[in-house]
């Protein structure tokens, strides 16, 4: 997958979201146990321990060769039953990811075979594909179809499609691994967002949220500081390749993740009020909370409950609330 350089596009390379699928792999890779558990619908509880496989594979060529490839989205969830997976990232629909599945799939399940007696036992990982951009006639699955004699095996390939997923969905569902391809969801419409300050604003109030849902998170040691860091930085790189030509949305959701308009957060809000302890300083901090609740859902169309369910936001924090709306 490859994506090509145009104006202002800083540190692109030239597989800049196939870079940030490996790096939350590997740098927050207890965030995909929640993926998976959403694709292949397992139970994981999120402590597992998650191994990856061995990166470097040789794979046979027809002349004789070898060909060596990188596959470090190759990983085990190891908990009460051990779970193997592959998980690929590619930008656009295209059914060729499926010789590449089927190439990497197949070598690590050799790599990884044992002999017993005489029987080569070979285990194939889970594969699932993520699309970032789908259209209405993307499948929801892929096949690979195995022949064997006059048997046939068809391997189901489960797809995931980042359009699909609202900002409501990747919170509620807690798939923070998909946060930083958020703005994909916006793919179609970057021009009309760029130009209009109204939509604009609308698209710097949801990754106000991102970041309020983030660091409630990290507030109730929910998400390490290390975890969160790597979530912001590969939005931000994601957000500065897909926008390269959209300046105007690169600044405000920079701006956003950078902390530089979200000055707090709604549990920061409480705390100061609490920490003065000075009845008119609490009335204007709840003040506050209740304006950021009704810009929230204005801008994302939520009810009060699903914004204080987003919010984490204890009963009593809901009651004062209330009253100043």
Request: overall charge negative; hydrophobic content about 35%; proline content about 2%.
């Amino acid at each position: 997958m490859a994506v090509k350089a145009g104006k202002d596009t800083g540190v692109q390379t030239g597989t800049p979201y196939d870079d940030v699928l490996r790096t939350l792999l590997n740098d927050c890779r207890q965030l995909v146990i929640q993926l998976v558990n959403e694709v292949f619908g397992e139970n994981y509880t999120g402590e597992e321990e998650v191994v990856f496989s061995p990166n470097e594979h040789f794979l046979n060529q027809q002349d004789g060769g070898e060909d060596k490839r990188i596959t470090d989205t190759t990983f085990s969830i190891i908990g009460t039953k051990i779970g193997k997976y592959l998980l690929e990232c590619q930008t656009n629909p295209d059914s060729s990811m499926l010789v590449r599945i089927f190439e990497y799939s197949t070598q690590v399940a050799l790599d990884e075979s044992k002999i017993s007696g005489d029987t080569l036992e070979v285990v194939i990982p889970n594969c699932a594909i993520l699309f970032l951009r789908s259209t209405r006639n993307t499948p929801e699955q892929m096949h690979i179809r195995f022949q064997f004699r006059e048997e046939y095996f068809t391997y189901d390939i489960p797809v995931i499609k980042m359009q699909q997923y609202t900002l409501e969905d990747l919170l509620r569902k807690n798939l923070l691994f998909l946060l930083p391809f958020y703005i994909f969801t916006y793919d179609r419409k970057l021009q009309e967002y760029n130009t209009d300050e109204g939509k604009l604003s609308a698209l710097k109030t949801e990754y106000q949220m991102i970041m309020t849902h983030l660091n409630n998170l990290e507030y109730h040691e929910q998400l390490s500081t290390y975890y969160k860091k790597t979530i912001v930085e590969m939005t931000e790189k994601v957000v500065d390749n897909l926008t390269a030509g959209y300046a105007n949305i690169r600044k405000e959701v920079r701006t956003v993740m950078g902390g530089k308009i979200l000055e707090y957060e709604a549990k920061t809000i409480l705390r100061q009020g609490e920490q003065k302890g000075k009845l008119q300083e609490r009335q204007r901090n709840e003040k506050e909370l209740a304006q950021m609740v009704k810009n929230l859902m204005a801008n994302l169309g939520w009810t009060a409950e699903q914004t204080f369910n987003n919010l984490g936001l204890s009963r009593e924090a809901r009651e004062n609330i209330l009253k100043n709306m």
